[in-house]
């Protein structure tokens, strides 16, 4: 499910949302089949089924297109594990899920995972995506004690650059859910947790990716 928003006041403003949404639908859709934005203009036109001027209406050039696609999937992303991660009160057991669901996402949410591999390092300290939210949720285990870090910041670094590799070898081995197990225990012991609480968590039964 696409992330919701308010909806428009009228049905001018709706209709050129639903414009907009499929512009960079088809951006998506072309970023997680080619990972690059080498198409024209007319070609995204057409897979959005808009005219070509429609869509300076809505975007200045191509870059600025697949730079909303991109912050559209990752929104998307964090909205899919904030759902499933809702009832976790435990910042560790969070990150431990978040790590475990994101291998999921290969098989419920291919078009996101692409988009992922190709795109998701440059926005790891973006303001949209799992970026604020890992980030809000290393400040509360380091305000607390939980995480054993000085720097939020660049303790998301270092954790967003081990689940894109995971995405990344996922998209080209075998990968089953031992190893986002294995994943997800190594980044709680890289953010402080003991051995074998971070074995723990790393195993506990999961939440539904919606």
């Known amino acids: 499910?696409?992330?919701?928003?308010?909806?428009?006041?009228?049905?001018f403003e709706r209709r050129r949302a639903k414009t907009r949404q499929a512009l960079?639908?088809?951006a998506r859709q072309i970023l997680a089949e080619q990972g690059g934005t080498d198409v024209s203009i007319q070609a995204i036109a057409d897979r959005a089924d808009v005219g070509?001027?429609?869509?300076?209406?809505?975007?200045?050039?191509?870059?600025?297109?697949?730079d909303a696609?991109?912050?559209?999937?990752?929104?998307?992303?964090?909205?899919?594990?904030?759902?499933?991660?809702?009832d976790i009160d435990d910042p560790a057991e969070t990150f431990a899920?978040?790590?475990?669901?994101?291998?999921?996402?290969?098989?419920?949410?291919?078009?996101?995972?692409?988009?992922l591999r190709f795109r998701g390092l440059q926005h790891?300290?973006?303001?949209?995506?799992?970026?604020?939210r890992a980030l809000r949720d290393l400040e509360v285990g380091r305000a607390s004690g939980r995480f054993g870090i000085t720097d939020a910041r660049v303790a998301l670094?270092?954790?967003?650059?081990?689940?894109?590799?995971?995405?990344?070898?996922?998209a080209t081995s075998?990968?089953?859910?031992?190893?986002?197990?294995?994943?997800?225990?190594?980044?709680?012991?890289?953010?402080?947790?003991?051995?074998?609480?971070?074995?723990?968590?790393?195993?506990?039964?999961l939440p539904v990716l919606g």
């Open 52 to 66: 070509f001027g429609t869509f300076y209406n809505h975007f200045e050039s191509k870059d600025i297109l697949f």
């Open 157 to 170: 670094g270092a954790v967003g650059g081990a689940v894109l590799g995971l995405v990344q070898l996922g």
């Open 24 to 26: 960079i639908g088809a």
């Open 97 to 115: 899920a978040s790590v475990r669901l994101t291998l999921q996402l290969a098989a419920s949410h291919p078009e996101i995972t692409e988009i």
């Open 174 to 205: 075998d990968l089953d859910a031992a190893a986002g197990e294995l994943a997800a225990e190594m980044v709680l012991r890289m953010l402080g947790l003991p051995a074998e609480e971070a074995h723990e968590l790393a195993t506990k039964p």
């Open 124 to 132: 790891v300290h973006s303001g949209t995506g799992l970026g604020p």
């Open 69 to 86: 696609a991109v912050a559209d999937a990752l929104e998307e992303y964090g909205r899919l594990l904030d759902t499933a991660t809702a």
């Open 1 to 11: 499910m696409r992330p919701t928003t308010a909806q428009p006041a009228n049905r």
